[in-house]
């Protein structure tokens, strides 16, 4: 695990599209893994940025996202696809984008679906990733044990707290999801984890000092061989 300490999140949020960036400029038709969330959003401004400068191509590139919350459709403004399209997806011109499909009649074939599709497009090359306050990735919430691959997760008080602020009152956050499996996020050739603000420094240093922990799903990131983390002055501020 290597970590980046930065001034910003602006500059730690450039450095994550510049590994992006150089992750489809060494395989233009890399499969990339998206994420949602505040984290992510200068990353993807930047991203958009360098394709309308004719920089950045992603014509032969194909992205999964992480997950996306049961019940709520492509046209729902607090939905995952609607916040892909709206930040990334409608300024660009990436090949396929695949995101779980939350109103899916049997969620579980979808889970396996999803899994499947990723395999058959080869594995994910670099996988974008934020961090939960409670040291979630994915949705992959505490728990005694590591998920392998995506399924449907009950959220935990804290992640619907924490997402309460995309949606008008906490009763309209939805307590389901379907996300990629933390074995399934191990699988990607590269991850790159960013972490802003002091709300994330506990998590953080449970990631990076603790032990590898189920109770802490990103602490597994310690065994995997190629993981970049980008934190700002505040996420690094216990460690
Ligand atoms: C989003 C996701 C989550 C978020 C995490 C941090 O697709 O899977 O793990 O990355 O909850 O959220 P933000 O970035 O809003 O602090």
Redesign the pocket.
């Known amino acids: 695990m290597i970590v980046h300490v930065f001034d910003s999140a602006k500059s730690a949020s450039q450095a994550a599209a510049a590994m992006f960036a150089a992750a489809i400029l060494k395989k233009p038709d890399a499969v990339l893994g998206l994420?949602?969330?505040?984290?992510p959003i200068e990353t993807y401004r930047q991203l958009v940025k360098w394709h309308k400068e004719g920089m950045l191509d992603f014509s032969r590139s194909t992205s999964f996202?992480?997950?996306e919350y049961v019940g709520l459709g492509a046209d729902h403004p607090c939905g995952?696809r609607y916040f892909m399209q709206e930040n990334l997806f409608d300024h660009i011109n990436m090949r396929e984008t695949f995101v779980p499909n939350g109103l899916a009649p049997n969620l579980k074939a979808e889970a396996k679906r999803y899994d499947r599709m990723i395999e058959k497009a080869g594995g994910i090359d670099i996988q974008f990733?934020?961090?939960?306050n409670n040291g979630?990735?994915?949705?992959n919430e505490p728990s005694d044990r590591f998920h392998y691959g995506t399924q449907v997760v009950e959220l935990t008080r804290s992640?619907i707290e924490?997402n309460r602020r995309f949606f008008e009152s906490e009763d309209q956050v939805p307590r389901q999801a379907i996300?990629l499996g933390t074995g399934g996020i191990m699988n990607a050739r590269q991850i790159v984890l960013a972490a802003f603000g002091k709300g994330k420094a506990q998590a953080v240093k449970k990631m990076i000092k603790g032990d590898v922990d189920p109770q802490v799903q990103a602490s597994i990131l310690k065994l995997h061989p190629n993981a970049v983390i980008l934190l700002d002055q505040e996420a690094a501020s216990l460690l």
């Open positions: 994420a949602t969330g505040s984290t996202n992480l997950d995952y990733l934020g961090l939960g979630h990735i994915g949705f992640t924490a996300s």
